[in-house]
């Protein structure tokens, strides 16, 4: 039997990962505009580490972690996201003040073993950033302030920011006694699964899909209705400063999210439209995870953008690159064309060689599949009068250009608007 990938895992094939390259490059760029430096963490963690940071009674945490006993006897889970693995490092490494360490990013695969569907897989691929130290709401401002900036530059239609505060471990103390008192009254009225989070963690209600728990929250009491003065305060000056950027967003009172680790303010990006899957990017203020997982104590906000879900919303107009095609018959030419090769490319210009070295025919033919934007062709003729052919593969208007590369290298660099050798 033929060997195939495992469900929910999948193969980004060439013509896709164009464009993940060009979404990447864009969210690099755009954090490098905001000063955040890139880290590059392990795939593979201690599973206490997501234990204690997720929360031992999320969905995550109780049935999606990939976790293994290594050979030693340690109980390891391939990282399901990044934060906790961002907070870890921060700790390990004494990041504490230093400039540099207060904003960091990182782009790599997570994995959930969640039920497979449209924009669910089980690896899938995130951006995640992080901002240690500050906890003023302008940080918040700044975190949705990227996102929104990447989403832009990316043209992203329709996107809905959705906000909320779930206050401190003060006002959620008042707000789950309430909540709870509430759902003991609905309690018949939840799903099974309900039933068990009304418990151990009430908040989770919010999350449910199914209609008949969403019913039974319709007139549930709302954490923004319990947040203290302090938190109250962060959310106003917050929205104060999105709306002074003129940064759209909606008050979703709902918005709880999957992890317990959130303090604050929380907030997901929605494109409505895209499926059941529709909440691309979500993030937080997370004010008490680093003390919790044993470091000094450090406010943090970040937030994680899904990959799989991002690239079908971003517009397919990236500019498209095309090589030079070089077109090489005889033995002479090949020598010659592979000393073009060289140079054009050290010119930082995509350059191919038909390697089957067939008819003149059949190499501007692979030229045109390869959508090459000219072909320079070199025969013995050519070779003998000190003159290459330059074709326009769009125009098929052709030129002579002097065959050897000392002479002719400078004038195609031109033609293809690079002034002179060398790297952008
Ligand atoms: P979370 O880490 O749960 O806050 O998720 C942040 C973002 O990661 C979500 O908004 C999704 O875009 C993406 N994401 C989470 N889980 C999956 C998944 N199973 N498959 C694809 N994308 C996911």
């Known amino acids: 039997m033929r060997i ?17 390259r060009y979404v990447e490059d864009t969210a690099r760029e755009v954090l490098d505009w905001f000063g955040f430096k890139e880290v590059r963490l392990p795939i593979l963690e201690k599973t206490s580490l997501f234990a204690r940071s997720i929360g031992e009674n999320t969905d995550i945490v109780e049935k999606e972690m990939y976790t293994f006993t290594d050979k030693s006897g340690d109980s390891l889970t ?16 004494s990041l504490y003040g230093q400039p540099k360490a207060a904003k960091l990013f990182t782009i790599g695969p997570m994995f959930r ?15 995640d950033a992080e901002m240690f130290g500050f906890t003023h709401p302008l940080a918040d ?5 990227v996102v929104d900036t990447i989403l832009k530059k990316l043209v992203v239609p329709d996107y809905e920011i959705h906000l909320n505060s779930l206050g401190c471990q003060n006002c959620r103390k008042a707000f789950k006694k309430a909540l709870q008192l509430y ?6 009225e939840l799903c099974p699964d309900c039933q068990r989070r009304y418990k151990s963690n009430p908040l989770r209600v919010f999350d449910c899909k199914i209609a008949t728990c969403k019913e039974a929250l319709k007139d549930a009491p709302l954490i923004t209705d319990y947040l203290c003065s302090e938190c109250q305060t962060h959310f106003d000056t917050l929205q104060s400063y999105l709306s002074h950027l003129g940064i759209a967003f909606t008050l979703n009172p709902y918005l709880v999210r999957g992890l317990d680790y959130y303090t604050k303010t929380t907030f997901e990006v929605i494109i409505p439209g895209i499926g059941a899957q529709n909440a691309v990017a979500g993030g937080g203020r997370y004010d008490n995870l680093i003390k919790e997982l044993g470091g000094k104590s450090t406010p943090a906000i970040g937030f994680a953008i899904g990959m799989e879900r991002l690239i079908p919303c971003v517009p397919d107009s990236i500019p498209q690159k095309r090589p030079i095609f070089l077109a090489l018959l005889g033995a002479e030419a090949v020598k010659l064309g592979l ?3 060289k140079a054009l490319r050290e010119g930082g210009i995509w ?16 030229a045109n599949r390869l959508q090459a934007a000219f072909t320079l062709i070199i025969g013995e003729d050519e070779i003998k009068n000190g003159k290459a052919i330059l074709r326009n593969m769009d125009t098929k208007e052709q030129i002579n250009i002097p065959v050897a590369p000392e002479q002719g290298l400078n004038i195609v660099l031109k033609i293809l608007g690079r002034e002179k050798v060398g790297r952008d």
């Open 141 to 145: 401002a700044e975190i949705i302030n």
């Open 183 to 188: 759902l003991e009254d609905k309690y018949n």
């Open 113 to 127: 073993r969640e039920r497979p569907q449209k924009g669910r897989y089980r690896q899938f691929w995130q951006v």
């Open 4 to 20: 195939q990938t495992i469900r929910g895992f999948r193969d980004i094939l060439s013509e896709e990962a164009g464009k993940w």
């Open 351 to 366: 350059t191919e060689i038909d390697y089957r070295l067939g008819s003149l025919k059949s190499q501007l033919n692979r």
């Open 339 to 341: 000393i073009w090769a």
């Open 78 to 93: 391939l990282r399901p996201e990044a934060t906790a693995s961002m907070v870890r490092m921060f700790i390990q490494h």
